[in-house]
Nanobody, 117 residues
Framework: QVQLVESGGGLGQPGGSVRLFCACSGSTFCMKPMGWYRQAPGKQRELVASLGFLSSARYADFVRGRSTLSRDNIQNAIDLQMNNLEREGTAVYYC???????????WGKGTQVIVAS
């Protein structure tokens, strides 16, 4: 059983930083691409960043240049460092692991990020 456990997030100030962690366990499925989505109140869930097992990270335009997604392939964990936070970054952030070939994915429960002064 694949399990994703998220941590980090919380309150961050505009222009500040926040870091999100996600650990995947339970299966070799955790070697599949992982990443983060976010969902702001009243909005659809949108991709923030993704990273394959041996590939480079990809970022949404709204975080590119301000965020870094890294992966520990031994621990099957990822962490997302978000800098220069914007108020629009207030959302619940969800970690996922996905296999496009089998169209299978697993999600974490989400972690709240609030950007406010």
């Amino acid at each position: 059983q694949v399990q994703l456990v998220e941590s980090g997030g919380g309150l961050g100030q505009p222009g500040g930083s926040v870091r999100l962690f996600c650990a995947c366990s339970g299966s070799t499925f955790c070697m599949k691409p992982m990443g983060w989505y976010r969902q702001a109140p009243g909005k659809q869930r949108e991709l923030v960043a993704s990273l394959g097992f041996l590939s480079s990270a990809r970022y949404a335009d709204f975080v590119r240049g301000r965020s870094t997604l890294s992966r520990d392939n031994i621990q099957n964990a990822i962490d997302l460092q978000m800098n220069n936070l914007e108020r629009e970054g207030t959302a619940v952030y969800y970690c996922y692991v996905r296999d496009l070939h089998s169209n299978t994915e697993y999600w974490g429960k989400g972690t709240q990020v609030i950007v406010a002064s």
